[in-house]
């Protein structure tokens, strides 16, 4: 079946660090890839998202490249904030027709002054 | 624009009540909707999924139940609350035309505690 794995965290970085948050997945096909933002107490926000190979998807100064020959879509910051600090979620979709995505299990970011 | 609604925010319920959640989604038609479940500290539970009115499919055996009476309605349900049934609750959509492909959308979630 299809997984999603992520490096655990919590990730500590101090302000303007820069930040990668690993994910790897299985699948069949060729499935989408997305990054989904949780603030404390609210529901997921679409960050960014990539349908093909070597698409790079980016928002808010966040990215991440399909990359099909490693089978990975690592998120990407340059200069992390304060307001970054969230939980972050790798997921997969689209693969072999399904209707239901497969999410990782978070990655949750803290960022210092 | 589409915008899903969650209610209620919150609810505190005693062990073996019953519960009702719906979420409704504006701005859009067919969609495929999603229930989801949080615990404290982990990653996202499927509960249930619907790719159109009546058409329920359960991802956990579970003592809660779903349904979908009209296109952008979705409804989770228990007749007999559990301690293990606390949780933020967590309903999205998705386009219905996209398959099974398209990105997410989720509402802002219910928090449930069974006391």
């Known amino acids: 079946g299809n997984s999603v794995t992520q490096m655990e965290g919590p990730v500590t970085l101090s302000e303007e660090a820069f930040l990668t948050i690993n994910c790897t997945y299985t699948?069949?096909?060729?499935?989408?890839l997305f990054w989904y933002v949780q603030y404390p107490g609210e529901g997921l926000q679409l960050l960014l998202k990539?349908?093909?190979?070597?698409d790079k998807g980016s928002n808010k100064g966040f990215e991440a490249t399909y990359r099909k020959e490693t089978t990975s879509f690592h998120l990407e910051k340059g200069s992390v904030q304060v307001s970054d600090s969230a939980v972050y979620f790798c997921?997969?979709?689209?693969?072999?027709?399904?209707?239901?995505?497969?999410f990782g299990r978070g990655t949750s970011l803290i960022v210092h002054p | 624009s589409q915008t899903i609604h969650q209610w209620p925010a919150t609810l505190v319920q005693p062990v073996g009540s019953p519960l009702s959640l719906e979420c409704t989604v504006e701005?859009?038609?067919?969609?495929?909707l999603y229930w989801y479940r949080q615990a404290a500290g982990r990653g996202l539970q499927l509960l249930f999924y619907?790719?159109?009115?009546?058409?329920i499919s359960s991802e956990v055996p579970q003592n809660l139940s779903a349904s979908r009476p009209q296109d952008r309605q979705f409804i989770l349900s228990s007749k007999k609350l559990l301690l293990s049934d606390s949780g933020f609750y967590l309903c999205?959509?998705?386009?219905?035309?996209?398959?099974?492909?398209?990105?997410?959308?989720f509402g802002p979630g219910t928090r449930l505690t069974v006391t």
């Open positions: 990539a349908t093909k190979a070597d």
């Open positions: 997921a997969l979709s689209g693969s072999g027709g399904s209707y239901i995505p497969t």
């Open positions: 999205a959509w998705s386009p219905g035309l996209a398959g099974g492909a398209s990105e997410q959308y």
């Open positions: 699948a069949t096909g060729y499935p989408s």
């Open positions: 701005g859009t038609s067919n969609p495929n």
């Open positions: 619907s790719v159109g009115i009546g058409q």
